[in-house]
């Protein structure tokens, strides 16, 4: 069954992992983490949610406020 969310920030993070078969010697199991999945297709998206969430617990972004991000 496919997951349903309220909206975009329930979709970051919890990206699956996968096995890379080819890579890998005999005998060693090999995943990657498909942070492309997240909805900007990048590991950014969990970091700038983990931040901006904090800003917001501790008063430093209040609703209104401009974020910028330099990358």
Same mark, same amino acid.
């Given at each position: 069954?496919?997951?349903?969310?309220? /909206?975009? &920030?329930?979709?970051?993070?919890?990206?699956?992992?996968?096995? #890379?078969?080819?890579? !890998?010697?005999?005998?060693?199991? *090999?995943?990657?983490?498909?942070?492309?999945? /997240?909805? &900007?297709?990048?590991?950014?998206?969990?970091?700038?949610?983990? #931040?901006?969430?904090? !800003?917001?617990?501790?008063?430093? *972004?209040?609703?209104?406020?401009?974020?910028?991000?330099?990358?």
């Amino acid at each position: 069954m496919m997951a349903k969310y309220d /909206n975009i &920030l329930g979709t970051i993070g919890n990206t699956p992992v996968v096995r #890379i078969n080819k890579l !890998a010697p005999t005998g060693i199991n *090999l995943y990657g983490k498909l942070e492309a999945f /997240n909805p &900007l297709s990048s590991v950014k998206d969990r970091l700038a949610l983990g #931040i901006i969430e904090d !800003a917001e617990r501790t008063g430093m *972004l209040k609703p209104g406020q401009t974020v910028v991000e330099a990358t």
